[in-house]
C-alpha cells in the first residue's frame, strides 16, 4: 500500500474503468440468481447483453493501463521488466484461485457437516479440499492476458502488433472452424481441451456441462483482446489534442463494431467462447465509450456526475477483489431466523427485501447496495489518495 500523487492522466481511463468495475460488481452479486433483469444477465450462447461488456471493456482499458507502464521502461526487454511482469502475473493467478479456494472451503465445510467429524478434523478436511478446486476464473485470465500482452510489447515491434492480433483472431477462428468450436456440446475443443488439461474436477460446470468460460483455450481470443487495447493506448499516449484522440477513438470504434458485427453471420458473437467476433465488437464499442467520456469528462469538463466512478476506477483489482471476498462471506456465513437458516445475503434479501419490494427490484437493489458498500471503501481510499497496486 502506498500514498502517490495522482498522475497527469486521462480522467476518462480512470472513469471507464470505474465502470467496468461497478458494473461487473453489479451483476455478479444479485440478490437471487433466480431473479435478474434481463439486461443484467449474461446471454446464454450466442449474442451479446449489456452484462456481457463489462468484462471484456475492462480488458480493453488494462490494454491501454499495460501501454503506459510499459511505456516507462521504453518497451525495451530487461530481466527487471520481465521479472516485474512475471510477479504481476503470478500475483493476480494466485488471488484469482484464493478467492476459488475461500469459496469452495466454505462450501465444503458446510456439506462435511453431515458427517460425525470434530470441528478441526471438518475445519481441515474443508481448507485441503484441493480436487475439487477450479484452476481458472475471471482474475486467471486477466493475469495470462495481461502476461502474455507484455511479453509481445517487449518483444515484439510495435508496428507488427496488428498483424500478430489478427493472426491469433484467425488461428482461433480455424480451431472453432474444425473442432466445434460454436456448439454448447462436449465435443467442443474449448471444453476436450480443458478437460485434458485441467481435469473435469477443476472447471465450471456450465448448465450441466464441463464448460469453463475462462477456458485455457478461448485465452488466446483474450490476448488479442489486451493487445487491441494496447494499440489503443499507443494511439492515445501518442497524441497530445484530445480532440484527434477522439478522432482515433472514433474511427477505431466504428470499424472494429462494424466488423464485429458484419463477421457475426459467419462467425458469431459468443463470450463464452470468447469468439473472434466477440473482440472485435467489444473492443469497437469499448473505444466508443472512451472517445465519448473523453469528449464530455477531458474537453468539457463535466466531472461531478463520474466521481462515483472514479473510487473504483483508482483501485480497480483491489476493490474487485474485496467485492468477490464479501460475496463469498455473504453467501457462506449462515444464521438462524424463525427457525429456518439464512446465509446472510439470503436473509438480507428475502427477509428484509424481498417482500416489500417485490422478487426482481428487490435483488436489483440488493446488488446496488452491495456495490455502494464497496465503493465506500473505494471512496475512502480514494479520499486519502491511496492506490493499492500489485
Not at 484464493?98 to 478436511?125: D, H, K, P
Not at 456441462?209 to 494499440?231: K, M, N
Not at 463469498?328 to 428484509?352: A, P
Amino acid at each position: 500500500m502506498s500514498q502517490a500523487q495522482v498522475n497527469n492522466r486521462l480522467l476518462s481511463l480512470d472513469v471507464l474503468r470505474g465502470i467496468t468495475i461497478a458494473g461487473m460488481i453489479l451483476v455478479n452479486n444479485p440478490g437471487s440468481s433466480s431473479y435478474k433483469y434481463a439486461p443484467l444477465g449474461h446471454v446464454s450462447w450466442h449474442g451479446l447483453t449489456p452484462t456481457d461488456l463489462v468484462f471484456p471493456f475492462f480488458m480493453f482499458i488494462m490494454g491501454i493501463s499495460t501501454y503506459i507502464s510499459l511505456r516507462k521502461f521504453n518497451f525495451e526487454w530487461s530481466k527487471a521488466t520481465f521479472f516485474k511482469i512475471l510477479k504481476r502475473t503470478v500475483l493476480i493467478f494466485l488471488i484469482g484461485m484464493g478467492i476459488a479456494w475461500l469459496s469452495l472451503s466454505f462450501r465444503t465445510y458446510r456439506a462435511l457437516g453431515s458427517e460425525e467429524l470434530g470441528f478441526f478434523e471438518r475445519f481441515l478436511g474443508a481448507i485441503t479440499n484441493f480436487e475439487k478446486l477450479r484452476i481458472l476464473g475471471v482474475l486467471q485470465r486477466l493475469a495470462l492476458s495481461y502476461g502474455a500482452t507484455a511479453i509481445i510489447a517487449i518483444l515484439v515491434k510495435h508496428k507488427h502488433i496488428p498483424y500478430v492480433i489478427v493472426l491469433l483472431l484467425i488461428a482461433y477462428f480455424m480451431l472453432l472452424v474444425l473442432g466445434k468450436g460454436f456448439e454448447f456440446s462436449e465435443q467442443n475443443i474449448i471444453s476436450v481441451i480443458d478437460r485434458a488439461i485441467l481435469g473435469i474436477n477443476h472447471m465450471y460446470v456450465d448448465n450441466g456441462l464441463y464448460f469453463d468460460p475462462e477456458g485455457l483455450l478461448s485465452t488466446v481470443p483474450s490476448i488479442a483482446h489486451v493487445l487491441i487495447g494496447f494499440y489503443a493506448g499507443k494511439m492515445l499516449m501518442q497524441t497530445k489534442d484530445n480532440h484527434e484522440r477522439i478522432q482515433h477513438l472514433f474511427i477505431m470504434g466504428a470499424i472494429l463494431t462494424f466488423a464485429g458485427f458484419l463477421l457475426s453471420y459467419g462467425c458469431p458473437i459468443n463470450k463464452k467462447i470468447w469468439s473472434p467476433t466477440f473482440v472485435l465488437t467489444t473492443c469497437g464499442l469499448a473505444a466508443t465509450l472512451l472517445a465519448l467520456l473523453v469528449w464530455i469528462i477531458d474537453i468539457k469538463g463535466h466531472k461531478r456526475w463520474s466521481r462515483f466512478f472514479e473510487s473504483f476506477g483508482v483501485n480497480p483489482l483491489f476493490i474487485y477483489v474485496t467485492a468477490a471476498i464479501f460475496s463469498v462471506l455473504l453467501g457462506n456465513i449462515f444464521m438462524t431466523y424463525g427457525g429456518e437458516e439464512y446465509s446472510i445475503k439470503k436473509f438480507i434479501y428475502e427477509i428484509g427485501l424481498q417482500p416489500y419490494l417485490s422478487d426482481y427490484f428487490g435483488s436489483f437493489v440488493y446488488a446496488v447496495l452491495f456495490v455502494v458498500v464497496n465503493w465506500l471503501i473505494g471512496n475512502v481510499l480514494y479520499k486519502k489518495q491511496i492506490y493499492i497496486k500489485i
